[in-house]
């Protein structure tokens, strides 16, 4: 199977701070996919990255994908509690280009007001 | 245009008995996979059905089976539950199988088992 590694684990930030969670696979990529799931909620899909190198923004987020396709980031500017969470990055399986996703373990996001 | 639907929402069932949990894709959507999250966890991939037929299945035992019907809708069973098939289990619908296309989930299933 797909292995990829989410980083850090827990964070925990005061409001106003920025916040980056890391996502990294063994294997090049052929895109990437990154979901945010509420406590007691559902994965919600935020973005999906293509592209080497490609960088894309939603108001306060940051999305990138590393140039060797192999890792990506999202950052959070400025963070209010509204963003509390775990983010997910999602990858499709190596080699194949059908829908199933590996989920990563996420990064629990605490924002303390 | 309603999203991705799941019921119940909530579920208790006592080891060894079965369980179909249904799920209702989103409108215009025509591929349904199911995926169960343990708590702390990410989601992990159990199957994923096209033209009422299973096309792709993860690490899961023969006792996690499913089905689609002609509108699309799926359902999952499980059979002889053990305790650590407590989970939530989550729908999520998609234009086609491609790994480039969206995937939409469902809120879940939550199941408890006893």
């Excluded at chain 1, 969670?21 to 999906?48: D, E």
């Excluded at chain 1, 140039?67 to 399986?93: M, R, W």
């Excluded at chain 2, 990410?42 to 690490?59: A, D, H, S, T, V």
Aim: charged share 15%; proline share 5%; glycine share 10%.
């Amino acid at each position: 199977g797909q292995q990829v590694m989410q980083i850090p684990q827990y964070q925990h930030v005061q409001e106003g701070e920025d916040f980056t969670t890391y996502c990294n696979s063994s294997t090049t990529l052929s895109n990437i996919q990154w979901y945010k799931q509420r406590p007691g909620g559902h994965p919600v899909f935020l973005i999906q990255l293509v592209k080497s190198g490609e960088v894309k923004k939603q108001k306060r987020l940051t999305f990138q994908f590393g140039e060797a396709k192999k890792n990506s980031s999202l950052h959070i500017t400025a963070t209010q509690t509204t963003d509390v969470g775990t983010y997910f990055c999602a990858l499709p399986p190596r080699g194949s280009t059908l829908g199933r996703l590996y989920f990563g373990r996420g990064t629990q996001l605490t924002v303390w007001p | 245009d309603a999203g991705v639907t799941q019921s119940p929402t909530h579920l208790i069932k006592t080891r060894g008995q079965q369980v179909t949990l249904r799920c209702s894709p989103k409108s215009g959507h025509d591929t349904v996979s199911w995926y169960q999250q343990a708590l702390g966890q990410g989601p992990q991939f159990i199957f994923q059905y096209y033209e009422e037929e299973e096309r792709q299945r993860g690490n899961f035992p023969d006792r996690f089976s499913g089905h689609q019907f002609p509108n699309y809708s799926s359902e999952l069973n499980v059979n002889a539950l053990l305790l650590g098939d407590s989970a939530l289990y989550l729908c999520a619908s998609s234009l086609g199988q491609g790994a480039q296309e969206t995937q939409y989930f469902g809120p879940g299933t939550r199941l408890l088992v006893l």
